[in-house]
């Protein structure tokens, strides 16, 4: 799916965008399933905003925002599960983080027309420190994303900065780190974009007519554990690729709420 000197690129840049890694019909299925996700989770009386709260935007914009936001997709549609052990993904995912892969958790994030709001500049590593930094996103594109409905932004090589302070555990000091540093990832329905949890990154509001459905898959390697104990989703240890070398530490020892 991918070579190596694309490999060799996401270690010196910190990402990596791979176009096609699902086709046409399976994005289709993707698409359904995260609408229907939606359509439960309003009948359920469990539809929420999931707009970060912050001062990165003024309170009058920022009150505006929409994000529909759910995590354990797996859990809710099966067509997620095949997504996060995809042959195409897990040949990249070998390539970027080596043969023995675990999940870690999976959500999806939906930017709706006109008003789909904005993740401010971080790095995801506050939220889920391991040893190794072996941790990556794949967000998994189901439409056309751009500059106008909101596309992820990175920091190219931002990664090799280590680990920055954030505010409140949560996103970069946005006088600093505005979201105008990074590089803009545009990006068709099917492709993937890869990028490490130091690297950062962060997205602007949509303000065009059309919805912005990602998948966000987040993986390690089964030998980098976490320093802390926060961020335990269902699914997390999953081995997508490979095998747990270690035994004892298979079952994990924290509680699920
Ligand atoms: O999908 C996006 O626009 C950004 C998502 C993100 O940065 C995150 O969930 O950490």
Not at 184 to 194: H, N, Q, R, S, Y
Request: with cysteine; proline share 7%; glycine share 6%.
């Amino acid at each position: 799916m991918i070579l190596s000197n694309d490999a060799d690129f996401y270690k010196d840049q910190g990402y990596l965008l791979v176009k096609g890694v699902f086709n046409q019909q399976e994005v289709e299925e993707m698409r359904m399933g995260v609408d229907n996700i939606i359509k439960r989770a309003v009948l359920a009386n469990k539809d929420h905003n999931a707009t970060w709260d912050g001062d990165y935007l003024p309170k009058e914009k920022l009150k505006k925002l929409v994000l529909k936001g759910f995590h354990n997709v797996h859990y809710h549609d099966h067509v997620f599960l095949k997504a996060l052990t995809h042959p195409n993904m897990k040949a990249v995912l070998k390539q970027l983080i080596g043969p023995n892969v675990q999940l870690h958790h999976s959500k999806m994030l939906v930017k709706p027309p006109e008003n789909g709001a904005a993740f401010p500049m971080h790095q995801d590593y506050p939220y889920f420190p391991h040893e190794k930094h072996t941790m990556l996103a794949a967000s998994i594109h189901l439409d056309e994303s751009n500059e106008e409905n909101g596309c992820l932004s990175v920091v190219p090589e931002s990664h090799k900065q280590g680990v920055l302070p954030h505010i409140g555990s949560h996103y970069l000091n946005q006088k600093e780190y505005p979201l105008s540093l990074g590089t803009p990832c545009p990006a068709e329905p099917g492709d993937v974009l890869f990028f490490n949890y130091l690297t950062i990154h962060g997205s602007g509001v949509n303000r065009s007519s059309r919805t912005r459905r990602n998948l966000l898959f987040q993986y390690r390697d089964a030998s980098d554990f976490p320093t802390n104990n926060e961020h335990f989703d269902w699914g997390m240890g999953l081995m997508v690729s490979g095998e747990n070398p270690h035994f004892e530490r298979v079952t994990p020892k924290y509680k699920i709420v």
